[in-house]
């Protein structure tokens, strides 16, 4: 008997860190190549913000991505459409790395985006098909600890690769990465959801489906409001490498190095969340830290303005992204708080709301070229202001809603 549960144990495992693996290349998919931003300018002949330009078709693919894959994973299962979506990641990772121009890149990264939100959905799925409820919790823990830790390392070895080839064998990793990922899925991956073609998949149906979870006033909110923090990140992401290499004169290496550091505030701050909520609510945590994103976006503008020193910048940086590990994993909890049955959907809107918001973002911000930061300081406080303002408004019109959400834990 307890060699039959040590197997168990060593199963749930595997499957975690395949799992893992899966929900971390979108992460990588972002960041590796943003080292890469001045090489890719040079072959191109264009000016480094609008490299910027693929960033925004990715952020699109992702969202229409979760969006495709949360009903046709209901319908055919887990496992065949995830090595369907695999297969077309390193299809279109090989387009990359043979882009000619940048519109060949844009499109690219598109289908790019595409195969990678399979992994994303099919992630979160097959931890509640395979775990226990009580070990869902631990299981997420865990892979949103490795989805953390991709964008600490991803800059690094990105610009580890430019240093010593060049930008287009980042995709040609990214291609070897997607292809063990393919070979692991395939062997160790359980499909333990049966296929469901009984799911209707014709699109008025399904859009009928998430209009009716849009219309529920505390999902529209918290979703909103969390999707203009991604907003305001997906800004810092894209204006990052034009910022810190170009106005900052950052090596390649140590613009890696710096991106890993921000990223590591955000897992801390993540972590940190797991202690504060012990303590206080997550509506009351995320009205709170609402309001000290608000703060440093304005000090953020006021620093651009009058201080443009990297010190400062840095800081206020750090202690936004900081603040960022709060307020996405609780705007995304209270967004989901009225659902039971319909959570899958609600979460593949609320995924997909966050990526349209950083595609938006980004494109704002590579439409500017240049060495300008405070483009990226405006766009970074009109999200939080907004996101704040639908906090202060929901509670001011929803008295009844608030109730319910204040004992949320």
């Given amino acids: 008997m307890p060699s039959t549960t040590l197997t168990h144990k060593k199963k749930q495992q595997i499957i975690l860190w395949v799992l893992g693996t899966l929900i971390a290349l979108g992460p990588l998919s972002i960041d590796m190549y943003l080292p890469a931003f001045e090489q890719i300018a040079q072959d191109f002949s264009i000016p480094k913000s609008q490299v910027g330009y693929s960033l925004t078709t990715y952020f699109i693919g992702i969202a229409l991505g979760q969006l495709m894959y949360g009903p046709v994973m209901d319908k055919f299962g887990r496992k065949t459409p995830l090595l369907f979506g695999l297969v077309l990641y390193i299809f279109a990772a090989l387009i990359c790395f043979f882009s000619p121009n940048i519109w060949w890149l844009m ?150 190095w710096l991106f890993g550091l921000n990223a590591a505030g955000l897992i801390a701050g993540s972590q940190l969340n797991r202690v504060v909520l012990k303590r206080f609510s997550t509506y009351q945590t995320t009205k709170f830290v609402g309001f000290i994103l608000l703060v440093f976006s304005i000090l953020l503008v006021v620093f651009s303005l009058y201080v443009d020193h990297y010190i400062s910048i840095l800081g206020c940086l750090f202690v936004i992204l900081f603040l960022l590990g709060f307020q996405n994993p609780n705007t995304t909890a209270l967004s989901l708080y009225p659902f039971t049955r319909k959570a899958g959907r609600a979460s593949a809107l609320v995924g997909s709301f966050k990526m349209i918001l950083g595609a938006v973002a980004s494109f704002v911000i590579s439409s500017f070229s240049g060495q300008y930061l405070l483009p990226m300081a405006i766009c970074i406080f009109l999200c939080f202001l907004l996101s704040y303002v639908l906090l202060i408004g929901f509670e001011w019109k929803e008295k009844a809603a608030v109730s319910f959400l204040k004992s949320a834990k």
Avoid at 208 to 237: P, Q, R
């Fill in 107 to 256: 499109a690219a990264r598109f289908l790019q985006a595409i195969g990678a939100s399979a992994g994303m959905v099919a992630s979160k799925a097959v931890v509640r098909d395979v775990f226990k409820p009580e070990e869902v919790a631990r299981a997420i823990s865990f892979l949103m600890l490795i989805m953390g830790g991709a964008p600490i390392v991803a800059p690094t070895l990105g610009g580890f690769i430019i240093h010593h080839l060049h930008w287009p064998y980042i995709f040609l990793a990214l291609v070897i990465v997607a292809s063990l990922m393919f070979v692991s899925v395939f062997r160790f991956l359980p499909d333990n959801f049966p296929a469901d073609y009984s799911v209707n998949l014709n699109p008025i149906e399904v859009t009928k489906k998430y209009v009716g979870i849009f219309k529920n006033k505390i999902f529209l909110t918290y979703s909103l409001a969390g999707s203009l923090c991604i907003g305001a990140l997906f800004a810092y992401i894209a204006n990052a490498p034009v910022l810190f290499t170009d106005k900052f004169h950052f090596t390649e290496l140590q613009f890696g």
